[in-house]
Every structure is written in C-alpha cells, then in structure tokens.
C-alpha cells in the first residue's frame, strides 16, 4: 500500500502544478482581455492585448481547466488510495463543496451572463415557431430565452446523474479494484491458446 501512496505522490504534485499555472494563465488572460480599450482620459491601454467576449471566454475556460486539474491533482497526492483520516476527510469534503459549487453554481451563472448580457438571447428573439395548423389554430413559438433555459437546464440534470453516478462508483472502489485485480490474474495464468501457465521446474 505505501508503493501505491507514493507512486500516487509525484504524479498528483504535478498535475497540482500544472493546474495552478493555466488557473493563473487563464484569469489573467481573461482579465486583460476584458479590459475595456480606452483608460478613463481615451488613452489606448494594452494595445497588443486583444479583446473581446470570445477571448475573455478562453481565458476563463483555461483558467476553469486548471483549476479542476489541480483539484484532480490534489485528490490523487493526499486522498486516493490513502487511509481516511479527520485531516484528509476535511481535505475531500473541502475538495468536493468546490466542485460542486463550480458545476452547479458557477458554470450556470457564466452561461446565463453570456447569454443574457453578451449575447442577447432575449425573449424578442425568437428562433423557432410552430405552424398555428398543427396546434390547433393557437401560435407558439420558442425564444432564444427559452433555447437558454432548456440548456442550463438539461445541463444540470445531466450533471446530477453524472455527480451521483461517479459518487455510487467512488463508494464501491474498493469492490472494482478487486475485479479488475482478479480479472488480470485470471488473464495472467491463461497462455495464448487458452491453456493454464505452468512454471517450468528446473
């Protein structure tokens, strides 16, 4: 078990790192991108920076990369395969109120600011309607406001399913690792033609 904790170490450590440099990379790209162009006197401020909502969205895209890799990378150097203690179960429990803030609180939010502020996907626009002929004589129609709700919406169902799904897995992976174990020892002892290995006495 402590072969398995510290080959688990170094590559958690660098995932760490590599997360916390494009978490930076990223919010400050998204920062100075965001900028507006003009200082408050109409002097041109950063001109070799460029701007606009589709940089400032893959600067906050590579910074929300990062960070879910440096939570990845902290989760596999001091929780995955370690015994729960009070310390690391604060770290996990720490660990996933992030997550779950990011997934269900910020990605929603980014979406409806884009959508609403940036893109205008208001009520006035309306993107599909329904012949009157097919529902009776009564005229719908669906807004990119409604388009935006259906989205977020369908969104945080999946991201439910997915969270418990993962959460079910995570509970029996003691019970999965075993499998997989049995299954390669089983391929193990097995040659190519089907037979059972036998060692050779000497």
Same mark, same amino acid.
């Given at each position: ?6 080959? /688990?170490?170094?590559? &958690?450590? #660098?995932?760490?790192?590599? =997360?916390?440099?494009?978490? @930076?990379? $990223?919010? !400050? ?18 001109? /070799?920076?460029?701007? &606009?909502? #589709?940089?400032?969205?893959? =600067?906050?895209?590579?910074? @929300?990369? $990062?960070? !879910? ?22 770290? &996990? ?25 940036v893109w205008e996907w208001t009520d006035q626009k309306v993107w599909v309607r329904i012949p009157a002929d097919l529902i009776g004589g009564n005229e719908l129609a669906i807004s990119a406001s409604a388009f ?55």
């Open positions: 078990m402590a072969e398995g904790r510290d080959r /688990n170490f170094n590559p &958690g450590v #660098a995932a760490m790192a590599v =997360g916390l440099v494009l978490a @930076l990379v $990223g919010a !400050l790209w998204a920062h100075f991108t965001g900028l507006s162009e003009l200082d408050d006197v109409g002097r041109e401020i950063y001109p /070799n920076i460029p701007r &606009g909502w #589709a940089w400032v969205l893959i =600067g906050q895209l590579v910074s @929300l990369g $990062g960070v !879910l890799i440096l939570m990845a990378g902290t989760t596999l150097a001091f929780l995955y395969g370690k015994p729960l203690t009070w310390a690391r179960s604060a770290i &996990g429990a720490l660990l996933f109120t992030a997550l779950m803030i990011i997934l269900f609180g910020v990605i929603p939010n980014e979406w409806l600011t884009y959508t609403q502020a935006k709700d259906i989205i977020v919406g369908t969104y945080v169902l999946v991201a439910t399913v997915a969270v418990a799904a993962a959460m079910i897995n995570w509970q029996k992976r003691d019970e999965i690792q075993a499998k997989m174990e049995k299954r390669r020892a089983e391929k193990k002892s097995v040659s190519t033609y089907g037979r059972p290995l036998q060692k050779a006495e000497r």
